[in-house]
């Protein structure tokens, strides 16, 4: 295999980066928004204590939060799309500390507003709604504010909570930095001796190569050099679990598990139901490895087997052919759907597209009102890069349009209904790709893609899940753990998902939870496999033309913040307080892997 082509920043051609200028035209623009910051905070805060006095000032306190929050994350976006790409560049690094320093600063002066509006009242507060129009959009934020009533603090405590996101929140760019700027990775061998350089941004078409040498070589350089540093991670994971229990304390719930998904009033029966709904299918992963084994023709299965191409014909796609795929799996959902798409993807340069060096690894949807629906991607031209960007798209249409529908109060959508919306994509964008094509060759890569998003989605991330869930009650229990104690605890987990069909090595294996960022957000990643469920049950609808089914989901990505989430997806057509759309989701899972069981039967035969 060829050595990845990885480019400094300065020669990756602008059409292809992030549109930096839309946000704030220069640097010195972005720190000009940045100083006005504490006096817009200062415009807020002297409200203080007037909240109460009648509706019209609290619509004037309330519209100058607007104005700030805006502001404020125009900032803070700006600053963190500028380290990402680059994070060895030192004046991206400082602005983006300044920026997550000031964010900080102002949700700590606004600690003040949650605690007063409580101390209003909420039938008081409801008379005011019914008379004053202009407060007529905050009614579900008040609903939710006095439903979380028992949770929020004096002003003070508020005010104190609020200034420790600064350091707390410099817990995950420690993780980031040792991950993208710091760690070194040693170069892997293809099989006939020549060598390939590892980085985050490499690592993955590595681990896709039909060289099983270079895979090997790279995860053994991968892991090891993250087992070099378990210590290090260890310890920065373990302050970040603790400082979840420090806010879970302050503010009064019983475990960090119900402090998390109190905010999104999701019961977290949700949880417990995809991990047991995960559990009963591991049968069908260790069915998937056997087929996988025999499709390679290899004795044992290793953990870097999982992503080799059981084919030598994959397509070859260039950005622009991409977009275009996309858009062709997406046109149910409309003309105008699809025009948004193209044009931020070829206009607009929502997209930041191909790897650099010191870019982080990974992909991300980085955005805020007034700002474009930002991503962050490492683009190789493979049907793999195709999906990230449908997966990507997915977040940021979901961002584009709660946007445009959605007062900026209810532009923040919770976690729980973001991986809905990029795994919907992904699905669309597949059943067109499979129903489009009869070559068995494009057939199978397009299920490979399926399997390693459902790889990713409905194994990994319940695995890190059951992990995570574990490693927080020890630290509740005041128990304690170690690097080591982490290592064994994933490896453990890991011999149980892969059953008797992977041949594995338990400390490369045991490293994993060092290798996802994911986990600086406290119980993200469940919500991965929860919406993928709620994705396929969506994107199901549609495909079988059920009425109403479109704009049932256009709802949904309108929707944003403005109700509960279970609430929003019972109103587009699943209900995921059930383990139902779980378990349909691995039926479908299931019937990718006849699909391409078959497949490669066939193509056995006629070799």
Same mark, same amino acid.
């Given at each position: 295999?060829?050595?990845? #082509?990885?480019?400094?920043?300065?020669?990756?051609?602008?059409?292809?980066?992030?549109n *930096?200028?839309?946000?704030?035209?220069?640097?010195?623009a972005?720190?000009?928004?940045?100083?006005?910051?504490?006096?817009?905070?200062?415009?807020?805060?002297k /409200?203080? #204590?007037?909240?109460?006095?009648?509706?019209?000032?609290?619509?004037?306190?309330?519209?100058?939060?607007?104005?700030? /929050?805006?502001?404020?994350?125009?900032?803070?976006?700006?600053?963190?799309?500028?380290?990402?790409?680059?994070?060895?560049?030192?004046?991206?690094?400082?602005?983006?500390?300044?920026?997550?320093?000031?964010?900080?600063?102002?949700?700590?002066?606004?600690?003040?507003?949650?605690?007063?509006?409580? *101390?209003?009242?909420?039938?008081?507060?409801?008379?005011?709604?019914?008379?004053?129009?202009?407060?007529?959009?905050?009614?579900?934020? !008040? %609903?939710?504010?006095?439903?979380?009533?028992?949770?929020?603090?004096?002003?003070?405590?508020?005010?104190?909570?609020?200034? !420790?996101?600064?350091?707390?929140?410099?817990?995950?760019?420690?993780?980031?930095?040792?991950?993208?700027?710091?760690?070194?990775?040693?170069?892997?061998?293809?099989?006939?001796?020549?060598?390939?350089?590892v980085?985050?941004?490499?690592?993955d *078409?590595?681990?896709?190569?039909?060289?099983?040498?270079?895979?090997?070589?790279?995860?053994?350089?991968?892991?090891?050099?993250?087992? *070099?540093?378990?210590?290090?991670?260890?310890? =920065?994971l373990?302050?970040?679990?603790?400082?979840?229990?420090?806010?879970?304390?302050?503010?009064?719930?019983? @475990?960090?598990?119900?402090?998390?998904?109190?905010?999104?009033?999701?019961?977290?029966?949700?949880?417990? =139901?995809?991990?047991?709904?995960?559990?009963?299918?591991?049968?069908?992963?260790?069915?998937?490895?056997?087929?996988?084994?025999?499709?390679?023709?290899?004795?044992e299965?290793?953990?870097?087997?999982?992503?080799?191409?059981?084919?030598?014909?994959?397509?070859?796609?260039?950005?622009? %052919?991409?977009?275009?795929?996309?858009?062709?799996?997406?046109?149910p959902?409309?003309?105008?759907?699809?025009?948004?798409?193209?044009?931020?993807?070829?206009? +607009?340069?929502?997209?930041?597209?191909?790897?650099?060096?010191?870019?982080?690894?990974?992909?991300?949807? @980085?955005?805020w009102?007034? $700002?474009?629906?930002?991503? &962050?991607?490492?683009?190789?031209?493979?049907?793999?890069?195709l999906?990230?960007?449908?997966?990507?798209?997915?977040?940021?249409?979901?961002?584009?349009?709660?946007?445009?529908?959605?007062?900026?109060?209810?532009?923040?959508?919770? &976690?729980?209904?973001?991986?809905?919306?990029?795994n919907?994509?992904?699905?669309?964008?597949?059943?067109?790709?499979?129903?489009?094509?009869?070559?068995?060759?494009?057939?199978?890569?397009?299920?490979?893609e399926?399997?390693?998003?459902?790889?990713?989605?409905?194994?990994?991330?319940? $695995?890190?899940?059951?992990?995570?869930?574990?490693?927080?009650?020890r630290? %509740?229990?005041?128990?304690?753990? @170690?690097?080591?104690?982490?290592?064994?605890?994933?490896?453990? !987990?890991?011999?149980?998902?892969?059953?008797?069909?992977?041949?594995?090595?338990?400390?490369?294996v045991?490293?994993?939870?060092?290798?996802?960022?994911?986990?600086?957000?406290?119980y /993200?990643?469940?919500?991965?496999?929860?919406?993928? @469920?709620?994705?396929?049950?969506?994107?199901?609808?549609?495909?079988?033309?059920?009425?109403?089914?479109?704009e049932?989901? &256009?709802?949904?990505?309108?929707?944003?913040?403005s109700?509960?989430?279970?609430d929003?997806?019972?109103?587009?057509?699943? +209900? !995921?307080? $059930?383990?139902?759309?779980?378990? %349909?989701?691995?039926?479908?899972?299931?019937?990718?892997?006849d699909? &391409?069981?078959?497949?490669?039967?066939?193509?056995?035969?006629?070799?």
């Open positions: 295999m060829s050595e990845p #082509n990885v480019l400094p920043r300065s020669e990756i051609p602008e059409k292809y980066t992030w *930096s200028t839309s946000v704030f035209s220069t640097k010195e972005w720190n000009a928004a940045l100083k006005e910051l504490p006096e817009l905070t200062a415009h807020v805060t /409200y203080q #204590n007037h909240l109460g006095d009648n509706p019209s000032v609290l619509v004037e306190a309330l519209q100058a939060f607007e104005k700030l /929050y805006r502001q404020s994350g125009m900032v803070y976006v700006y600053a963190t799309m500028s380290q990402a790409v680059d994070t060895t560049n030192q004046e991206a690094n400082r602005i983006r500390s300044r920026a997550q320093s000031a964010f900080a600063q102002v949700f700590a002066a606004l600690a003040f507003i949650d605690p007063e509006l409580i *101390s209003i009242g909420q039938d008081k507060l409801r008379k005011w709604i019914e008379d004053e129009p202009r407060l007529r959009s905050y009614g579900h934020y !008040l %609903e939710n504010l006095f439903r979380r009533q028992a949770h929020v603090r004096s002003p003070e405590v508020e005010n104190l909570l609020g200034m !420790l996101s600064d350091p707390m929140g410099n817990i995950y760019n420690t993780a980031n930095m040792l991950a993208n700027a710091d760690l070194k990775f040693s170069p892997a061998y293809t099989s006939d001796g020549g060598e390939v350089q980085s985050n941004s490499t690592y *078409s590595i681990l896709s190569s039909p060289d099983r040498e270079a895979r090997r070589t790279a995860y053994e350089s991968y892991t090891d050099s993250y087992l *070099s540093l378990k210590n290090t991670f260890a310890s =920065n373990i302050t970040s679990v603790k400082s979840n229990i420090f806010m879970m304390r302050g503010r009064r719930h019983p @475990s960090t598990l119900e402090a998390s998904l109190f905010e999104s009033n999701i019961p977290t029966s949700v949880f417990h =139901n995809l991990i047991d709904t995960y559990r009963k299918n591991l049968p069908t992963w260790h069915r998937y490895w056997a087929i996988r084994r025999k499709a390679l023709g290899v004795d299965l290793q953990p870097y087997d999982i992503w080799a191409p059981l084919t030598q014909k994959h397509p070859k796609l260039t950005y622009e %052919e991409t977009v275009e795929w996309i858009c062709r799996g997406l046109a959902m409309g003309k105008d759907y699809v025009d948004t798409i193209r044009r931020g993807c070829l206009e +607009d340069r929502w997209v930041d597209v191909f790897p650099n060096q010191g870019k982080m690894d990974g992909a991300f949807s @980085s955005g009102p007034g $700002t474009f629906p930002f991503i &962050l991607m490492s683009f190789d031209g493979t049907i793999f890069s999906s990230t960007l449908a997966h990507e798209l997915g977040h940021s249409m979901h961002s584009y349009l709660t946007f445009e529908h959605q007062p900026i109060i209810y532009s923040d959508y919770s &976690l729980f209904l973001a991986e809905v919306a990029s919907f994509h992904q699905a669309m964008v597949r059943a067109y790709l499979l129903n489009n094509s009869d070559d068995p060759d494009f057939q199978i890569s397009v299920i490979e399926a399997m390693s998003n459902f790889h990713r989605y409905f194994f990994i991330m319940p $695995t890190l899940a059951r992990f995570e869930l574990e490693i927080h009650q630290e %509740e229990r005041g128990q304690g753990i @170690s690097a080591e104690d982490m290592n064994t605890l994933m490896a453990d !987990l890991f011999a149980e998902g892969y059953g008797d069909e992977m041949k594995y090595d338990r400390q490369r045991g490293i994993t939870w060092a290798t996802f960022s994911h986990l600086y957000t406290d /993200y990643v469940f919500q991965y496999a929860t919406g993928i @469920s709620g994705a396929n049950t969506l994107s199901r609808r549609i495909l079988d033309q059920k009425s109403g089914a479109v049932d989901y &256009l709802g949904f990505l309108k929707a944003g913040g109700q509960y989430p279970l929003i997806l019972k109103r587009a057509g699943v +209900d !995921l307080t $059930t383990p139902e759309p779980v378990e %349909e989701t691995y039926a479908i899972l299931a019937g990718l892997i699909r &391409l069981e078959r497949l490669i039967e066939n193509r056995g035969r006629t070799e």
